[in-house]
Each structure stands twice: as C-alpha cells, then as structure tokens.
C-alpha cells in the first residue's frame, strides 16, 4: 500500500473522511450542477464513476438525480471503501488502486475531487480514463485544491504525510489536451482571501 493510500486509510480510522465532505461540499456542488445541466440539456440518461470517492457521499448524491441510471465509486483505501459499503449497503465501490485497476465497465461521467495530483504521472491516469473508461461522448471532471497558484495548498506534501505532483492550471488543462479531450471548460471557484479556490475542468471524449 502507498504512502497516501495509508493516510487516507488512518483519516478513515479517525473518521476525518466526514471533515473532508463538509470542506468539499461547496466546491462539488459547482461539478454537480455542471453535470446535472449537461445532461438535463440533452435529455439523457448517463452512469457515473467517483475516482477517489472516499466514504461515497458524492456516489449516494448522484444516486438521487433521476437522469443517474448508476454510480459508481473506487478508491484505494480499504477502511474508506468499508465505510462506503456500510452508508450504502446496495452500492458498488470497488477497493483498487486506481493506477493498476482492471477495469470491465464503461461509464459516461468520471468524476474526481482531490484526486488525480496524489499520482506521480496523472496524464497516464488521464489517458487511461479516456482509453478504457470513459464512453464515446462522455464527460470526464475534476476538482483540485493543490496547484501552483494556490499557494496556500503547496506546503501540504510535509503537513499532512503525502506525496503530491503540483502543476499549475494550464499544465493541468494540457492534461486534459494531450489525453484527447475536447470542450475543455476550466474556471476556480469558493476562492476566499489567500486561497484561490478549487480548480474545476471538464472536458468531452
């Protein structure tokens, strides 16, 4: 198990996995509408796969959107997925690592919050949602707090026992680029004095 899989299992263990909701909800609320009105807009049906997905809060969330057929959720730290397990008896969570999972299903959402920059290489994991997860015309987005102008995260390596890759916001919407995603929509949002918001991108396979 890596050194942040191991971190995230001990915040589990100490129940931090509820601090983490209530400090990403205001953030996830702006991913959850853009996909809510994507999809309202074309009046279609879409499934959806939390990368990261914790104890599962943003899984049993989309559960309750009437055009969500299924949610999905994965995330590498055992004690996370068992919480998932137990809030949502008939969900499906898979405890993998993300960057070794053999993945059998397809989904039309991937959606990810404080995720990708724990991966020493995201433009593989990137790469990888758009080869073998994502279907035809699906959406993959993303919310990040750690980036280089958002000074305020970038001593988080030593703080919290993490190993972290920081890029800047263009570096990470050429992620994006290279990977093969079009429609690629970026902004920052809940910014408050020194902390420059959650960065959100989106893009269309």
Not at 178 to 201: C, H, P, Y
Request: with cysteine; hydrophobic share 35%; glycine share 8%.
């Amino acid at each position: 198990m890596n050194k942040n899989i191991l971190t995230f299992d001990e915040w589990a263990i100490l129940n931090k996995d509820e601090g983490m909701e209530k400090g990403h909800y205001a953030s996830v609320k702006h991913m959850t509408r853009e996909i809510f009105n994507y999809y309202q807009k074309h009046n279609k049906k879409y499934s959806l796969l939390d990368l990261g997905c914790g104890n599962g809060w943003v899984v049993r969330k989309f559960k309750e959107h009437s055009l969500c057929s299924m949610a999905h959720g994965i995330d590498g730290a055992p004690n996370m997925i068992k919480k998932a397990k137990k809030l949502d008896k008939n969900g499906t969570y898979f405890n993998e690592n993300i960057e070794g999972w053999d993945n059998k299903l397809h989904y039309d959402v991937v959606f990810s919050m404080e995720t990708l920059y724990y991966f020493k290489s995201p433009l593989d994991i990137i790469k990888n949602i758009y080869t073998n997860i994502i279907n035809e015309n699906g959406m993959l987005i993303i919310g990040i707090d750690h980036y280089s102008e958002n000074t305020e995260s970038l001593d988080w390596s030593e703080k919290f026992n993490l190993e972290i890759t920081t890029l800047s916001s263009n570096e990470w919407n050429n992620l994006f680029k290279q990977a093969g995603f079009k429609d690629i929509k970026s902004n920052q949002v809940e910014s408050k004095g020194e902390w420059a918001g959650t960065l959100i991108i989106s893009g269309i396979k």
